[in-house]
T-cell receptor, first 121, second 113 residues
Framework: SAVISQKPSRDICQRGTSLTIQCQVD?????MFWYRQQPGQSLTLIAT?????????ESGFVIDKFPISRPNLTFSTLTVSNMSPEDSSIYLCSVEGGTGETSGAHADTQYFGPGTRLTVL | KQEVTQIPAALSVPEGENLVLNCSFTDSAIYNLQWFRQDPGKGLTSLLL?????REQTSGRLNASLDKSSGRSTLYIAASQPGDSATYLC????????????FGRGTSLIVHP
């Protein structure tokens, strides 16, 4: 299976500041996904990040608020910009183990990182 | 638009019971269905993946079934243990390869000693 790590695991931030979350995968994957899970809610997809192209954002999420980088096939970052208390959530990185990927990931299975717990004061 | 519903929303049982968690989806044209476990404040752990052509998958005390025609999947947990306490999420992936999954809201399970 694919192993995903995220940094930081948690952070407490002040209103108006920005936080960049890193996601590292132990195998090369084409598609990486960023999710948000607000307290008591299920996961909501923020955007899909493909290497070499701009991220695709879901309705309600914009690049200015959640800029994403995808410099290579094993790494991505999500920045939460100009934070407010409403941004307090768990942010999760996910990858798809599709065909053609390098060792580790099983096809058609989704793998999730451990999450980053963000609290905005 | 695909909608995924999980019933019950919460469940509290004594240790040793056999459990059934239900997941229903509105569009039967799915690519696959995956069951995850989420421990409080943590990420997700994949439990079982069922392809659209399969009827069930088993892993240890867990068994997941899929009935595409009726839009249902069940997760069966045998001989539940306190360590099974977690939220269980059903995730449906649609046909088309765009791989935008739809999540249920989860079933929060507590198994008490």
């Amino acid at each position: 299976s694919a192993v995903i790590s995220q940094k930081p695991s948690r952070d407490i931030c002040q209103r108006g500041t920005s936080l960049t979350i890193q996601c590292q995968v132990d195998s090369q994957v084409t598609m990486m996904f960023w999710y948000r899970q607000q307290p008591g809610q299920s996961l909501t997809l923020i955007a899909t990040a493909n290497q070499g192209s701009e991220a695709t954002y879901e309705s309600g999420f914009v690049i200015d608020k959640f800029p994403i980088s995808r410099p290579n096939l094993t790494f991505s970052t999500l920045t939460v910009s100009n934070m407010s208390p409403e941004d307090s959530s768990i942010y999760l990185c996910s990858v798809e183990g599709g065909t053609g990927e390098t060792s580790g990931a099983h096809a058609d299975t989704q793998y999730f990182g451990p999450g980053t717990r963000l609290t905005v004061l | 638009k695909q909608e995924v519903t999980q019933i019950p929303a919460a469940l509290s049982v004594p240790e040793g019971e056999n459990l059934v968690l239900n997941c229903s989806f509105t569009d039967s044209a799915i690519y696959n269905l995956q069951w995850f476990r989420q421990d409080p404040g943590k990420g997700l752990t994949s439990l079982l993946l069922i392809q659209s052509s399969q009827r069930e998958q088993t892993s240890g005390r867990l068994n997941a079934s899929l009935d595409k025609s009726s839009g249902r999947s069940t997760l069966y947990i045998a001989a539940s243990q306190p360590g099974d306490s977690a939220t269980y999420l059903c995730v449906v992936n649609i046909v088309g390869g765009s791989y935008i999954p739809t999540f249920g809201r989860g079933t929060s399970l507590i198994v008490h000693p």
